[in-house]
């Protein structure tokens, strides 16, 4: 557990967790703590019983904002991706008048890079700490977006020009993830919107009206991943079709080799007779006038194939 004084963006350590229960003068306390933290946590800040059940479930939260007498407690999801699976990891915050306590079980990319923008910003107050975050943690969304998309562009390629039976298996894990961020994003643009619309005794008034530009974010966000799921059901129907492309393209290959060999298998079965009269039978160069005959004709319906595009 580490506890910051945040004062016009300047981070002082705490070494005493007592000293944050009296509001400063001035700034606010930054508590970033584990889940095994809230056994203390919880009966100094006054946190309900059922928002440390939810920090200490194992399955996943599903975000949302309640609000208490003292502070908030708001569920978000933060979002990362490795080019094979999506990590959504949840983030656990607890706002108070004075203070904001962040609950993660593993480590949360966005609260590291917060802090040169508190500092750059200058922020003074636990409202515009959880502005500035919750917008940080919507931007992320935007750049794991433009990475699904260059990756969805990488598989039609490869689809396109050689389709193999991996492909199949790549476009069902992802279209799966894709289809697991849209079900979050829905009532994660809820908690947005309630940021942004409700009235918050703990949210400066003037700063709610900033959460309306993070509203829009979440709504096209939420937008671009309905893109993405479409998007992969056309994939799919590519994935089928160049199937059907490639097993007619093999048979008609076959097709045309069957029937190139058909005149010739003729010719072999009327010479397997051991009649006398067939032409070229008694001569000695018979074979050789037979086996020149098959290579003409053969190459002749194979010109003839090439010639109206049907190999």
Same mark, same amino acid.
């Given at each position: 557990?580490?506890?910051?004084? =945040?004062?016009?963006?300047?981070? #002082?350590?705490? !070494?005493? /967790? +007592?000293?944050?229960?009296?509001?400063? &003068?001035?700034?606010?306390?930054?508590?970033?703590?584990?889940?095994?933290?809230?056994?203390?946590?919880?009966?100094?800040?006054?946190?309900?019983?059922?928002?440390?059940?939810?920090?200490?479930?194992?399955?996943?939260?599903?975000?949302?904002?309640?609000?208490?007498?003292?502070?908030?407690?708001?569920?978000?999801?933060?979002?990362?991706?490795?080019?094979?699976?999506?990590?959504?990891?949840?983030?656990?915050?607890?706002?108070?008048?004075?203070?904001?306590?962040?609950?993660?079980?593993?480590?949360?990319?966005?609260?590291?890079?917060?802090?040169?923008?508190?500092?750059?910003?200058?922020?003074?107050?636990?409202?515009?700490?959880?502005?500035?975050?919750?917008?940080?943690?919507?931007?992320?969304?935007?750049? =794991?977006?433009?990475?699904?998309? #260059?990756?969805? !562009?990488? /598989? +039609?390629?490869?689809?396109?020009?050689? &389709?193999?039976?991996?492909?199949?298996?790549?476009?069902?894990?992802?279209?799966?993830?894709?289809?697991?961020?849209?079900?979050?994003?829905?009532?994660?643009?809820?908690?947005?919107?309630?940021?942004?619309?409700?009235?918050?005794?703990?949210?400066?008034?003037?700063?709610?009206?900033?959460?309306?530009?993070?509203?829009?974010?979440?709504?096209?966000?939420?937008?671009?991943?309905?893109?993405?799921?479409?998007?992969?059901?056309?994939?799919?129907?590519?994935?089928?079709?160049?199937?059907?492309?490639?097993?007619?393209?093999?048979?008609?290959?076959?097709?045309?080799?069957?029937?190139?060999?058909?005149?010739?298998?003729?010719?072999?079965?009327?010479?397997?007779?051991?009649?006398?009269?067939?032409?070229?039978?008694?001569?000695?160069?018979?074979?050789?006038?037979?086996?020149?005959?098959?290579?003409?004709?053969?190459?002749?319906?194979?010109?003839?194939?090439?010639?109206?595009?049907?190999?």
């Amino acid at each position: 557990m580490k506890i910051r004084h =945040v004062k016009n963006g300047v981070f #002082t350590t705490v !070494e005493q /967790l +007592e000293q944050t229960l009296i509001e400063p &003068t001035e700034g606010f306390y930054w508590i970033d703590a584990d889940v095994d933290d809230l056994t203390i946590l919880q009966p100094m800040f006054g946190m309900h019983d059922l928002a440390v059940e939810d920090c200490l479930n194992e399955e996943e939260q599903r975000p949302k904002i309640e609000i208490y007498e003292n502070h908030y407690f708001i569920v978000f999801n933060s979002i990362r991706f490795d080019d094979e699976e999506i990590f959504l990891r949840a983030l656990n915050i607890f706002l108070g008048k004075h203070y904001i306590i962040t609950v993660t079980k593993q480590k949360i990319n966005e609260l590291r890079s917060l802090k040169p923008i508190l500092w750059e910003q200058e922020v003074n107050r636990p409202d515009q700490f959880l502005y500035y975050l919750v917008d940080l943690v919507v931007d992320n969304y935007f750049s =794991v977006g433009d990475r699904i998309d #260059t990756r969805i !562009e990488t /598989l +039609e390629e490869a689809i396109l020009m050689h &389709t193999k039976k991996s492909h199949l298996n790549e476009i069902i894990g992802l279209r799966g993830e894709i289809l697991w961020v849209r079900k979050v994003l829905g009532p994660q643009r809820e908690v947005v919107f309630t940021l942004n619309k409700k009235e918050l005794k703990l949210i400066d008034d003037q700063l709610q009206k900033y959460f309306s530009d993070v509203y829009e974010n979440a709504i096209k966000i939420a937008e671009s991943f309905d893109t993405y799921r479409d998007l992969m059901g056309n994939l799919r129907e590519a994935y089928q079709s160049s199937l059907s492309s490639r097993a007619n393209e093999i048979m008609r290959v076959f097709t045309a080799i069957t029937t190139i060999f058909m005149p010739l298998t003729f010719l072999t079965g009327i010479y397997g007779m051991n009649f006398d009269i067939l032409p070229f039978v008694h001569s000695s160069w018979g074979a050789y006038v037979l086996l020149g005959i098959m290579l003409v004709l053969g190459c002749s319906m194979l010109y003839i194939f090439r010639k109206k595009e049907w190999l």
